[in-house]
């Protein structure tokens, strides 16, 4: 692992203790600063680690998010990254997702009782701000090696520290509650829904996953602005399909978008 040192292992202010039942969290390793968690967590998968394996650290000096942006981690948020080893497809991957998606909304939900929605594809939203983002990374031969499922939210902290062009559109759990969280019951309530949801998805229930994210749903009947690798697609989000594209429709008709930056206009 890089940068594999003492300085990473000093304690955290985030303490063990995450069920024993569920798969995924069975070994946590929880470090002080890292660049990425989910960079740490490829490293240690590439070597064999096995499934289930979560890297959370304090800090990030260089997280990532989507679309090849930076990930804004300052102290007192929740930053963690799971391994996963399905036994499916590539294509199937992007499903993950989603399945992760709704897990954090329901974690949020039942733990914390937010009104946590969802914007495609990976936002989890509260009050129509971005309160945690979700980053799915796979890497595969003719089939699927692994899948490091990045998550970052916007837990024990105010977003002024968050650089500027971020505050408008991000909120923190902090501020929603007027408080600040165990968070490591808070991953420990998102493992569980992971556990869970990861299990049907494993065996096979992914119709499943996309009807339970169109029921978390804040982007479906809203009008949005969707950039694509290829071009600019405005209308309004009529559905998401069996893979997990969002279908708009346009004045020229629908249009299936399986990846871009995905703005709600109202
Ligand atoms: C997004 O762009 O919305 C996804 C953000 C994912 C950020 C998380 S924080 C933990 C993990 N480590 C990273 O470097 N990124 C993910």
Request: charged residues 25%; glycine residues 12%; hydrophobic residues 40%.
């Given at each position: 692992?890089?940068?594999?040192g ?7 202010g985030?303490r ?11 070994k ?5 600063v890292?660049?990425s968690?989910?960079?740490?967590l490829?490293?240690?998968?590439q070597?064999g680690e096995?499934?289930?394996t ?7 000096r ?14 007192g ?7 996963l080893?399905?036994?499916v497809a590539?294509?199937?991957?992007q499903?993950?997702?989603?399945m992760?998606g709704?897990?954090?909304a329901?974690?949020l939900r039942k733990?914390l009782g937010l009104?946590?929605r969802l914007?495609?594809?990976n ?8 309160l945690?983002?979700i980053?799915?990374?796979?890497r595969?031969?003719?089939k ?9 939210m916007?837990?024990?902290f105010?977003?002024?520290?968050l650089?500027?062009e971020?505050?408008q559109s991000a ?8 408080r600040?969280v ?6 420990r309530?998102i493992l569980n ?5 990861y ?7 992914k119709?499943?996953?996309?009807a ?9 009947g ?19 399909d069996a893979?997990g594209a969002?279908?708009?429709r ?15 206009l109202?």
């Amino acid at each position: 692992m890089q940068g594999r040192g003492k300085v990473f292992y000093r304690a955290c202010g985030i303490r063990p203790g995450v069920d024993r039942g569920t798969r995924l969290g069975a070994k946590l390793l929880m470090l002080d600063v890292l660049e990425s968690t989910s960079q740490t967590l490829r490293e240690l998968a590439q070597d064999g680690e096995p499934e289930g394996t979560v890297v959370v650290a304090e800090e990030q000096r260089a997280g990532h998010g989507r679309l090849g942006r930076g990930w804004a981690s300052p102290k007192g948020g929740l930053w963690f990254s799971v391994l996963l080893r399905p036994q499916v497809a590539p294509a199937d991957a992007q499903k993950l997702t989603l399945m992760a998606g709704v897990a954090v909304a329901l974690a949020l939900r039942k733990h914390l009782g937010l009104e946590a929605r969802l914007k495609w594809p990976n936002d989890v939203l509260v009050s129509g701000k971005k309160l945690c983002g979700i980053l799915a990374e796979s890497r595969s031969n003719e089939k699927l090696e692994y899948v490091i499922l990045g998550i970052g939210m916007n837990a024990n902290f105010l977003v002024s520290a968050l650089p500027e062009e971020l505050r408008q559109s991000a909120i923190t759990v902090r501020e929603v509650l007027r408080r600040t969280v165990d968070r490591l019951a808070l991953m420990r309530a998102i493992l569980n829904e992971l556990d869970a949801g990861y299990g049907a998805f494993c065996a096979g229930d992914k119709g499943e996953i996309v009807a339970r994210w169109k029921e978390l749903s804040e982007t479906l009947g809203r009008k949005v602005r969707v950039e694509t690798g290829t071009g600019i697609v405005e209308g309004v989000a009529e559905d998401v399909d069996a893979r997990g594209a969002l279908v708009v429709r346009t004045p020229d008709g629908a249009v299936t978008v399986d990846s871009g930056d995905c703005v709600h206009l109202r």
